[in-house]
Structure formats: structure tokens, C-alpha cells
């Protein structure tokens, strides 16, 4: 059962190809078959998730699979719909900037940190959703104005962008204690040492 979650991730990254076929292709339902694919991965996404709190299946791998499936879920909707020019190229080139800060400042972190990757909070998941919401409406309303489509992607990005504070906050806080950590027991060695 451990391993499930991470099938399930693996599985929404599969539907990402998948998801860009129906989208473009030439039957008159398409956004229709597309918004139930994406459906479908944001469900997985769900599902994973519980099942990896519920059977305390957390590993670091599944960190790196159940936020990758959905950025890269996320990311070719927005690409599919740009590419239909419902909304700006703007909005892809900033949604872009902010996964690379995402990923790479990440790691960078991590690994400053010298802790464990951190799972999804509520402000991410909550912008993940949104940025669901707000694709799946883009794709269903298709004579909706280019100034509501706009709007729309641009709060979805701002979340994300909010969302990545969130993240950068959480691990400044933890670097920060980690430092205290070592301050405090490289001066009870030097004590020590005195002592002696």
C-alpha cells in the first residue's frame, strides 16, 4: 500500500501527453474530453494524498512525484489555452518563472536547510485548485471576454506566486532554527571544553 500514492502520481503524470492529445484534437467535444481528463488528474491528485496520510505513506519521493504531476498538469493547460489564444502569453512566461523559482529555489533551500522536502500546505493546495477552476472555466466558456480571462489567470498566478512565499517563509524558519540549533550546541562544547 505504500507504494500506491506514488502509482498514482506517476499515473497523472501520464495523463499530462494525454491530456494535450484530446485537447487538440479535431472533435468538436474536445475541451469537453479535455476538462475530464484534468478532472481526472486533479482527482488522482486528491486521491494520492489521502491515501498517503491515511496509511502514513509519506516519502520524499512522493513530495517530488505529487507536486511534479500537477505542475505539470497545470502548466499545459495553460499552455493549451494560451496556444488558443484565450489568455496572454504573459501569463505562461510568468506561471514559467514561478515553477523555476519553485523548483530551484527549493532545492537550494533543502538542501540548506538540511531537511526533509516539505509536502503541499493548505496555501498551495488552495492555489492548485483554484488554477483549476479558473482553466476548466477558460476551456468550457469559450466566448468568455479576454478581459474576464485575464482576470481570472491573473489571480490563479498571484495565488501560485503567494503560495511560493509561503513555501520560501516555511523553510527561512527552518534554516533559522537549524542555526540556533548549532549555535546553541557548538557554545555548550566550547563550555565543555573550558571545563575541562
Known sequence: MKVVPNIISIFRIC??????????NDDNERKLY???VYALASFSDFLDGYLARKYDATSNMG?????????LMSFSAMVCITID????????????????LMGVGGIVLHK????????SNLIGKT?????????VTLMIFINIPRWAST???????GL??????????????????????????????????ERT
Not at 495523463?15 to 487538440?24: E, G, N, Q, S, T
Not at 513530495?63 to 505542475?71: M, Q
Open 34 to 36: 479535455a476538462v475530464a
Open 127 to 135: 492555489s492548485s485548485v483554484v488554477f483549476f477552476l479558473v482553466c
Open 112 to 119: 540548506k536547510a538540511r531537511t526533509e522536502l516539505l509536502p
Open 151 to 157: 482576470t481570472l489567470i491573473s489571480l490563479a498566478i
Open 63 to 71: 513530495k517530488l512525484l505529487d507536486p511534479l504531476g500537477d505542475k
Open 160 to 193: 501560485t506566486f503567494i503560495a511560493l512565499a509561503s513555501y520560501l517563509i516555511k523553510y527561512i524558519k527552518i534554516m533559522k532554527e537549524n542555526k540556533d540549533v548549532a549555535g546553541d550546541s557548538s557554545q555548550s562544547k566550547t563550555r565543555q571544553h
Open 85 to 100: 489564444g484565450i489568455i496572454p502569453f504573459w501569463a505562461v512566461f510568468f506561471a514559467g518563472i514561478k515553477e523555476l
Open 15 to 24: 495523463l499530462v501527453p494525454v491530456f494535450i492529445a484530446v485537447y487538440f
